[in-house]
């Protein structure tokens, strides 16, 4: 009797200890996780009793907590939404997105930095203040950018503009958007409607273009396969291959130039890397990626610029789409990746990463979105660090493609550009399968006084590259205003 009930004792005691270890393990390292687990309907009951700390641009609330009639609970309201919607997200009553995601812990005061309570606050279940959200977007620059898209004619379209120097995203607007407001109600079926209608929506007013959807960059993706040309020991003056039109090894198609490009240099056997670059000779990258360089170079410089990886601007929980160039020993695919069509696809984001990594000197700096985080009683909590991404350019590599930047807008496709704020740029026109309209893509820095500003603009419309060029100088002014 003695040793069974000494055995079962002991079985009892296992029992007991490895209980308390999975509820400390639970409780202590998979809470978050738990926590925020969509599947989780408990996180939503409460989350309108909370007064959510503020998003911020330049002083001027973005979001902020509301108090309804009966003095229980907060309706989240949002300044301009439309405008700044893809910075902001939204906070429904049974989701959220873009920065009320990526920071909703801080904003509702669950953040571990925010905890001052004492421990008789929290037994009176006491609520921790939430925390302020300062973003780095500049507020003139922002609504610039969305009225010139808003009335370019564009179906669709994005602007980004960093701060090429720290990684700062000054502007993120998207076209068409949506008015948060309205799904940001208390009332579950009138937000379940209004979500319907959003999603469905053809043009997918809930979606970031700016960088959570791709589109074939055209020809702004030649400043890639210039930097690998560069890279690979040419110049900006090394004499490459043009001709009006070049078949890739095993291609039964041949990849012409542009029409217009009939009789110019692009029609001459050799040119100048710069003079192919301005006047943008298809042949002339399409055979780089083909065959020299050849396309695992291409592919290398891709990588080095932000290609194939999720691009993170908040806290890991708001990330861009993945921009790509086809990996593959079909010279015939990476002739035509190597234009900006076929497989090759980016988000504006990372073709405003790529300008400004050649603008400052070959260093890619990590793209942020949030400047500061601040405590209820004003304190910073956290100061944004800027740090290198990559460095895919060395500076001097660097300087030579803005020279050829600047030949674009001196003699090239963006001559329209000339007296505006706009130093150098790349024009891209990207044809889209069956349909009537074009990616129109143009991508440059500025002002003349101090280019530090790279912008990417997209719009999807009848024509070419250079009609995005007027938007992205509008940014620029603003910026520079």
Known sequence: ??????????VALLMVLGLMVNVTYVQGFEYENLRDDPHNARQFEDRNKIERGAIVAGGRKLAWSEKVTDA?????RYWNSEVFSPVTGYFSVFSQSAL?????????????????????????????????VETTINVKAQQAAYEALRSSGAR???????????????VMASTPSYDANTVSTLDG?????????LNDDPLKPLLNKAMKEVFPPGSTFKTVVAAAALTAGGTENSRVRARRSYRPPGAGQAINNDAADIGGQCDEPAIPLIDSFAQSCNTTFAYMGAQAPGAK???DQAAGFGFYSKIDVAEGKMTSAASSFPKTDQPSLSALGSIGQGSTIATPLQMAMVTAGVVNNGKVMRPYLVDKLRAPDGSVVSDAKPGTLSRPLTAVRAGQLRDMMRAVIR????????GSSIVGGKTGTADVEARSYNDRWFIGYGPQSDPRYAVAVMTEADGYGIKSGPIAAEIVDALAG
């Open 1 to 10: 009797m003695d040793k069974a009930v000494r055995r079962t004792w002991i």
């Open 72 to 76: 229980k609970t907060y309706r989240r």
């Open 100 to 132: 009320e995601n990526a920071e909703n812990h801080f904003l509702d005061g669950t953040d571990p930095r925010l905890v001052t309570s004492t421990f008789l606050d929290k037994l009176l279940g006491k609520k921790t203040p939430g925390g302020t």
């Open 156 to 170: 669709r379209g994005a602007a980004v503009a960093l701060d090429a120097k720290t990684g700062a995203i000054l």
């Open 189 to 197: 079926k009138a937000a379940t409607a209004r979500f319907k209608q």
């Open 297 to 299: 170079a291409v592919s």
């Open 411 to 418: 003699s090239g496709t963006g001559k329209e550009l000339q």
